[in-house]
């Protein structure tokens, strides 16, 4: 039970022994704020800057009935309270139309921070300022960084200059307690030592407080709270979905290829079936969502013939027209396009063309996507899956169908996802699927599985493939079980491109998540692939690494729909992140523990393994946890443990036996 006690002014609720709310006059527990703000927007980074501020310190207190008024010079909040279930309690404040909102909580002393969405550069975000506005990620000036200067010059960003496609206002500490506001409001969260501030432009439809023992315990009561509904079909579990494009005979041909070679291949996603757009950033999509003719061919009966090898084809399609494109002539013509002020139709541009973008609030835009571009366009073909691209460039400043576009930025995303998933269960055979890149609460209801973005051709933190796990394990804490990567990255620019052996190193985390798809890069040509000669065998063994380790995955799926993350980072069962040795290491379920090499040319890595007995993978020997070692690491071989103990003991130590093939074939 929470206890809620006013004495002298001063204001305390306690729950399962947690101080979680302390008001006094000299330190309120709400702010009134209200902000004038201007965004300005390039290619899906959104800057915001205020240029005028009022802020209402609400210090008096009273109460009326179940009630709470806070007040000051005119202005006041309600606040009733509630204790939905044991341990958590939810806060209901009332506002005034027009005002945002500050709420205060008292911090413990060291304790670590998690959550808020995806964020790329460390898990503990205790000391940090959190934005709560969807954002493009990639920035072209870093990119740009990257490619003309030296290695050593380049700077790394700090957390504060990355921004997110699925912040979320959850957070949760080692503390025990998860913080969660109902709103879809910009804002930002300040997780300073002294306490904890979040802020937001509108009144929040509900504060959720929840103590707890352990964060698995805190993961299910959020999936009550925001249901997850995440899945991955069977076939995505049988091997590697390869990306590949180049048109019909390129990805028939390199797809039976490689299965020749002995590969598990569960898929080849062609990002390009609806054309390509060769841009000076390298080889984009024509965003055109029907079957490019010209490039793919015949394509209904290459994807029946893909299938009949066990190969399942998958596209990518995203909510934007581009301009010039047959379907954005039907949709301009249609009014189905979102628009500026003064009625002209409002272009995004994304490196260097633009696009019109589809209004997702209009019904019967809606179902244009669903029965034309969904229905009729994809799953007709037989197409099992696809990339749902983007989701958060909407700009605060267009004109919607119905609705506030400021107020609809963070959801936007949710939106899009929705709309897909629709079209999956109206119109599809049970056997489908897609993955999002954006998002925001709620996600987990309508996508299958989300992948962390467009991370650099690189081995850099900011960016590059390290920032996957700390993207993860903050999904994780956030309510998102079900995240994977591109293997491999997608930026890649100048001198910024992906050699064999980063890629086989992330193919190797790949491998180790729920499920293993590459990318090509925005310049496949000067990037290693899955199909090169030196790289095929590593796809062969690790494809057949990850199709068998489908059982244990299937639990890892089962457990997400309560919430349990299938990716955790290595203090998870710890309960605590001074227990975490590791940024970069993880469970991957319960029962395995992963430890991706980062550095290049490195061929042995350093191990802490968490408390427990553990088995290598590749070699059998035991080991008792905690234990710090150096643990052998060639190439194909990240150091991978199991729990002794676990039902799947049998399941692991057959994978030990499995190899590639030497490579036979000339590189193409």
Same mark, same amino acid.
């Given at each position: ?18 101080? *979680? ?7 309120p ?5 209200r ?10 980074t959104v ?5 005028k501020?009022?802020?209402i ?6 109460q ?24 958590? =309690?939810? %806060? /209901?404040p ?9 709420f ?26 959190v ?5 493009? &990620?990639?920035k072209?000036?870093t990119?740009?960084?990257k490619?003309v *200067? ?16 699925? #912040?979320? #206002?959850?957070?949760?500490?080692d ?46 009561? =959020?999936?009550?709270? &925001? ?8 076939w995505?579990?049988?091997?590697m ?12 041909? /390199? ?13 080849v996603?062609?990002q ?8 000076? %950033?390298?080889k984009?999509?024509w ?9 793919? #061919? ?13 190969i ?10 581009v ?6 002539e ?5 009014g ?7 009625g002209?139709?409002?272009?995004i541009?994304?490196?260097?063309f633009?696009a019109?973008? =589809?209004?997702? !609030? ?13 229905r009729?366009?994809i799953l007709? *073909?037989g197409?099992?899956g696809? %990339? ?14 119905d609705?506030?576009?400021?107020k ?21 055979t ?26 650099? !051709?690189d ?5 590059? %493939?390290?920032c ?45 998540s ?14 290693a692939?899955?199909?090169d000669?030196e790289?095929?065998?590593? /796809? ?6 990850h199709?068998?380790?489908? #059982?244990?995955?299937?639990? *890892? ?10 990716m ?8 605590s ?8 290491a ?5 029962d395995?523990?992963?430890c ?7 061929? /042995? ?22 234990l710090?070692? !150096? ?31 030497p ?5 193409k």
């Amino acid at each position: 039970m929470f206890k809620s006690e006013i004495i002298n002014a001063v204001w305390t609720v306690t729950l399962s022994g947690r101080e *979680l709310v302390l008001h006094s006059p000299e330190k309120p527990f709400v702010t009134a704020v209200r902000q004038e703000k201007k965004y300005s927007a390039n290619r899906g980074t959104v800057k915001e800057k205020v240029v005028k501020e009022e802020n209402i310190p609400l210090t008096d207190l009273a109460q009326e009935g179940e009630a709470l008024i806070f007040s000051a010079y005119g202005h006041s909040l309600k606040l009733t309270l509630e204790e939905t279930e044991e341990g958590v =309690l939810r %806060m /209901t404040p009332e506002g005034e139309e027009g005002w945002g909102y500050e709420f205060a909580l008292p911090a413990r002393e060291k304790e670590a921070v998690f959550g808020g969405g995806e964020q790329y550069r460390k898990v503990n975000l205790a000391g940090e300022d959190v934005v709560n506005f969807v954002s493009e &990620h990639i920035k072209a000036k870093t990119v740009i960084e990257k490619a003309v *200067l030296p290695r050593a010059f380049y700077r790394e960003k700090e957390h504060q200059e990355i921004g997110s496609y699925a #912040p979320m #206002p959850v957070f949760v500490t080692d503390g025990g307690l998860m913080v969660l506001f109902e709103t879809p409001a910009d804002g930002t969260s300040y997780l300073e030592k002294e306490g904890y501030r979040f802020g937001f432009d509108a009144c929040p439809e509900a504060i959720i407080l929840s103590q707890a023992e352990s964060f698995r315990e805190q993961a299910k009561r =959020l999936a009550r709270i &925001h249901p997850v509904r995440q899945y991955l079909p069977d076939w995505c579990l049988d091997g590697m979905i390869v990306g590949i494009q180049g048109g019909t005979e390129q990805v028939v041909s /390199t797809a039976f290829e490689l299965q020749d070679d002995g590969a598990k291949i569960a898929g080849v996603w062609c990002q390009d079936w609806c054309g390509e757009n060769r841009t000076v %950033m390298g080889k984009q999509v024509w965003w055109n969502w029907e079957a490019s003719e010209t490039l793919y #061919p015949g394509l209904k009966e290459a994807v029946a013939k893909l299938k009949e090898r066990g190969i399942r084809f998958l596209a990518y399609i995203n909510p934007y027209l581009v301009k010039g494109g047959r379907l954005y002539e039907e949709c301009a013509e249609k009014g189905y396009l979102i628009r500026r002020t003064d009625g002209s139709i409002y272009h995004i541009k994304s490196t260097t063309f633009d696009a019109g973008m =589809l209004d997702l !609030t209009d019904p019967e835009v809606v179902k244009y996507i669903k029965e034309t571009l969904i229905r009729d366009n994809i799953l007709a *073909l037989g197409i099992s899956g696809w %990339m749902a691209d983007f989701g958060e460039y909407l700009p605060t400043d267009c004109v919607l169908h119905d609705g506030d576009p400021a107020k609809l930025h963070n959801v936007w995303p949710v939106l899009w996802a929705k709309v897909n998933r629709e079209a999956i269960e109206e119109f599809g055979t049970g056997d489908e699927m897609f993955f999002s890149r954006s998002g925001y609460l709620g996600i987990a209801e309508y996508a299958p599985i989300l992948w962390n973005g467009d991370q650099h !051709t690189d081995r850099t933190k900011d960016y590059g %493939m390290p920032c996957v796990m700390p993207a993860s394990f903050s999904l994780a804490f956030s309510g998102v079980p079900l995240v994977h990567a591109d293997i491999g990255g997608f930026f890649s620019f100048g001198k910024l491109r992906r050699d064999a052996e980063l890629f086989i190193r992330w193919m190797e985390m790949g491998t180790f998540s729920p499920m293993m798809r590459s990318h090509e890069a925005i310049r496949p040509w000067v990037n290693a692939q899955p199909y090169d000669i030196e790289v095929i065998p590593y /796809t062969v063994m690790l494809s057949k690494v990850h199709a068998a380790l489908a #059982p244990y995955l299937k639990k *890892l799926l089962a457990d997400a729909k309560e919430g349990i993350p299938a990716m955790r980072p290595d203090f998870w069962e710890a309960g605590s992140f001074k227990a975490g040795k590791d940024p970069y290491a993880y469970f991957l379920g319960d029962d395995l523990f992963v430890c991706p090499v980062i550095d290049e040319g490195k061929t /042995t890595r350093r191990v802490r393994l968490p408390e427990g007995k553990w088995v290598g993978l590749w070699n059998g020997k035991v080991h008792y946890g905690p234990l710090s070692f !150096t643990a052998q690491a060639p190439l194909g071989r990240v150091p991978v443990f199991y729990r002794e103990d676990s039902a799947f003991a049998e399941l692991f130590r057959g994978i030990a036996g499995i190899e590639g093939v030497p490579a036979s074939r000339k590189k193409k």
